[in-house]
């Protein structure tokens, strides 16, 4: 080998390792931690009277917390949201078969995928529910590793009554201890942090819990003063801590984002023939807080969609700061992107607005969602705008009426508008005060059923990537 050419490899290798420490050095880490069904009020740093839960109480003291942070209201949905970026009425989905629960279609284009683009390592643990909402009969091709994750280890969907375990595509394991998943889960995203500390990675790690049916391991199990699923909260908070420790222990701390909300409010349990018969009379006990909010899971009221937020990120969110603008899971795609360097798609509407100067406590920052609307499956149902929110006239929900209390599964035969900076748990109706008010986010009710859709119609910027399918009202789920 002459000179020139060893010392020609001997730059090229340099300016290889340069450019990659670059990479490095500029690219942040992202952690979601999302957990399931968990209430607003079940966090120390959101008001719990009886849960414990130290290492996320430490995230909200050394980061941010946001108090108008929102997501969807059912499972499903709400993972496409943040996956997307979107409502889930606007996403295609596989078949053009619109789903409770949707199946996202391949040609959407997740967070994932985005970082994966940019050189990130990407993984998933715990709950997916994008690939169909059953244990079984989900579409292979749907799961985490065909829409950007390199790694997947968890379950198809929802724990109702067993969890079925997977590695990447194949089941390693039926019936899984539930009791073991928290752990589990967060065993995996911690040897994928160790094995990937030297490039960018994105870890999400999607929770089983608190999603019933609950289970905590021996170590916590009878510990907490909630009870069971207080066990469970304070197990989840427990593994945050070794997540904590381990960004501490790898030196990654100063360079990653950790972000822990929920996918929907906490179910409610004492109203459910279902749950009751499998639980017993105690089966409310068994779900969490959403106060002072009103409603629950399901529902169209703030306790459905208004989940707990912590963005913990030393060093680039200012600590022991409180957040009261609106933000919601469909900013995470943007956000996120932007913070990598990435772009986000261009060539689809995008529902979600760049938050990193929230996230960075920048003076005056301000929120950049101009409105956030309620979905019921495919049914349009609220729409917040600032500090007003409108409920429209809606029959009673025939379908999940039962997992609310009566007063809040109720017939709304007028339009009710509250004002949130005020009144939290929605009783003062002040739409007779505001009319105008009431003009203006009709208006915006309007603009969303003709843009995303409602459940007559298709939306104008709703998304198919399959050939269009001959009848219209296969996008109409079944009342």
Request: net charge positive; charged share 25%; with cysteine.
């Amino acid at each position: 080998m002459t000179f020139s050419r060893a010392l020609y490899i001997f730059l090229t290798i340099f300016c290889s390792l340069v450019s990659l420490s670059k990479t490095r050095a500029e690219k942040p880490n992202f952690i979601i931690i999302f957990a399931d069904d968990q209430g607003y009020q079940d966090l120390g740093c959101f008001g719990s009277p009886d849960i414990k839960t130290p290492h996320v109480d430490r995230m909200a003291k050394e980061g941010m917390r946001f108090t108008s942070f929102y997501a969807q209201t059912v499972c499903g949905p709400s993972r496409a949201a943040l996956m997307t970026g979107c409502y889930p009425l606007r996403v295609a989905q596989f078949q053009n078969r619109v789903e409770v629960h949707p199946r996202l279609h391949s040609n959407e284009i997740t967070i994932a995928e985005i970082l994966k683009a940019e050189g990130y390592a990407t993984s998933a643990y715990g709950k997916w529910d994008l690939a169909g909402h059953t244990q079984t009969a989900y579409t292979q091709k749907l799961l985490p590793t065909h829409q950007g994750f390199d790694e997947f280890f968890g379950t198809p969907t929802s724990n109702d009554s067993i969890a079925n375990l997977i590695r990447n595509e194949k089941v390693i394991e039926k019936k899984a201890d539930m009791s073991l998943l928290t752990r589990r889960y967060t065993d995996d995203a911690i040897d994928f942090i160790k094995r990937n500390k030297e490039k960018p990675f994105f870890v999400y790690l999607a929770h089983t819990m608190p999603h019933i049916k609950i289970a905590a391991s021996e170590e916590f199990r009878g510990k907490s003063a909630r009870g069971l699923y207080g066990d469970v909260i304070e197990e989840l908070d427990a593994n945050v801590g070794r997540i904590l420790d381990t960004l501490k222990q790898e030196e990654l701390s100063e360079n990653t984002y950790v972000i822990y909300t929920s996918d929907n409010g906490p179910w409610y349990l004492g109203h459910s023939p279902g749950h009751l018969k499998r639980i017993g009379k105690n089966a409310v006990d068994h779900g969490g807080s959403a106060l002072p909010l009103r409603g629950a899971k399901t529902s169209m009221w703030e306790g459905g969609f208004r989940v707990p937020c912590i963005v913990w990120a030393p060093g680039k969110t200012p600590a022991g700061t409180v957040c009261h603008e609106v933000a919601s899971t469909l900013d995470m795609l943007p956000t996120l992107a932007n913070l990598a360097g990435a772009k986000v798609p261009t060539d689809r509407v995008i529902d979600g607005h760049d938050i990193s100067s929230l996230i960075h406590g920048v003076e005056g920052a301000k929120s950049t969602t101009d409105a956030f609307y309620y979905y019921a499956r495919t049914k349009l149902r609220a729409v917040r705008a600032g500090r007003w929110k409108l409920h429209i006239p809606a029959a009673v929900d025939a379908r999940w009426k039962n997992f609310s209390k009566p007063n809040d599964a109720a017939a709304i035969k007028e339009p009710l508008l509250f004002d949130l900076e005020t009144d939290l748990s929605e009783k003062q109706n002040l739409a007779d005060q505001h009319p105008e008010v009431v003009t203006e986010l009709m208006r915006l009710i309007k603009h969303a059923r003709n843009d995303i859709g409602d459940v007559d119609r298709i939306g104008k910027n709703a998304r198919f990537f399959d050939p269009q399918p001959k009848r219209p009202d296969i996008r109409k789920p079944k009342q």
